[in-house]
């Protein structure tokens, strides 16, 4: 199963590090009071009360409805919280309760694929088609370090584009967010710069963006990847986010396998945003998974042996690099409770969609199996 994050050995560009790569961005102007949804009230799939208007649903798609919560083996975290009592289900609800963005890969052949979309969606919706479905799409093969030695050959491109198709016809006007292919910038070490991994992405753009009720996020990187020095930071993520479709997609995902803090994960989408108003693809959103920076650092200075699989942190006062859930899912995102700063804030209003969970720090390496040590103490430790 596909999924694990690389940290790419040759560098994106030569004689590279990952130091943080946030851009500095001015002020701007604060849009227009939303509505109200906690954190809380957004986990636990309610609407807000408040009523919206047309106008307000339409900036934001993400507002104005249930998340629905998939409670079924798709979702790693489920059958352990299931079968768990007292204080261990405590502790591991607070992570398979929470709305998330289950990945879809290589690992569902192209003849389940639409089956396996629908039962998760009905699952999801619990009965209730106004509920937003979240998933990841993790199609491409190869993808991470793999994709740096070879390009996807003819076949494996028209089984991705048939996946692909499947995977549409079966969301149809689902209420849907995708986050498409996590851990995007391995786009840019593609054999001989070629543009064919970020051409299979503008596809999967295209086609679920013209699905009627489904936002498409193409994966950014995060903060601190590509970084600002050395690896070209924000130039850098435009230069795959436009072959890859940015044009299409309501916006792009920040930070699905790093830990970097929801202020500079604001900052650097913000300027990736301008950056490719700038050049002609304007008003596109962000949305930044919060499942694993709950105690922020910087994916280049983690002290352990393995950042892909970082350590949990030991307690409320660890000042390791290490491991806390974030922000709970939500819509809110400049929610006083989140206590970020004001200047974030306003940064958030603009541009942000959504702090969403789509990365999986309860997973081994963030990608398979499912950890239970790993998961109690996230759920020990959440600050939320």
Not at 90 to 98: F, H, P, Q, S, V
Not at 219 to 245: E, T
């Amino acid at each position: 199963m596909a999924g694990r994050a690389v940290r790419l050995l040759v560098p994106l560009v030569a004689g590279a590090s990952l130091l943080l790569g946030a851009a500095s961005v001015p002020s701007v102007a604060m849009t227009a009071d939303r509505a109200v949804l906690t954190g809380q009230q957004a986990s636990e799939g309610v609407t807000a009360q408040a009523s919206l208007t047309a106008q307000q649903v339409a900036v934001n798609p993400l507002w104005g409805r249930p998340w629905g919560v998939y409670k079924g083996l798709a979702d790693a975290s489920w059958a352990p919280y299931a079968a768990a009592t007292g204080v261990n289900r405590e502790l591991l609800a607070k992570i398979a309760l929470r709305p998330k963005a289950t990945w879809f890969g290589d690992w569902i052949s192209n003849a389940d694929i639409a089956t396996r979309v629908r039962q998760y969606i009905a699952v999801s919706q619990g009965g209730n088609p106004n509920s937003l479905v979240q998933i990841s799409v993790f199609r491409m093969v190869p993808w991470e370090d793999a994709a740096c030695h070879r390009l996807p050959t003819a076949a494996e491109q028209a089984s991705y584009k048939q996946w692909t198709d499947r995977f549409a016809s079966a969301v149809g006007a689902t209420h849907m967010a995708i986050i498409l292919q996590p851990d995007g910038p391995f786009a840019l070490c593609a054999p001989g710069k070629s543009l064919i991994p970020s051409q299979l992405i503008a596809y999967s753009a295209r086609v679920f963006s013209a699905l009627p009720n489904t936002s498409v996020y193409i994966d950014a990187g995060a903060a601190d990847w590509p970084a600002a020095v050395g690896q070209g930071g924000v130039d850098a993520a435009v230069r795959f986010l436009i072959p890859g479709g940015i044009q299409y997609a309501r916006g792009i995902a920040m930070n699905s396998t790093h830990y970097s803090s929801v202020t500079n994960e604001v900052a650097r989408g913000a300027a990736i945003v301008r950056a490719l108003a700038a050049r002609g693809i304007p008003d596109k959103k962000v949305v930044i998974s919060t499942s694993s920076n709950g105690h922020p650092f910087v994916f280049g200075n983690y002290t352990g042996p393995d950042p892909d699989n970082a350590f949990v942190c030991a307690s409320a006062t660890d000042n390791r690099t290490c491991v806390k859930l974030g922000i709970p899912p939500t819509p809110d995102v400049a929610n006083p409770r989140w206590g970020l700063s004001a200047a974030t804030n306003q940064l958030a209003r603009t541009y942000v969609d959504g702090y969403l969970w789509f990365g999986r720090p309860w997973l081994y390496r963030q990608n398979f199996p499912f950890d239970m040590a790993r998961a109690l103490q996230l759920g020990r430790t959440s600050p939320y």
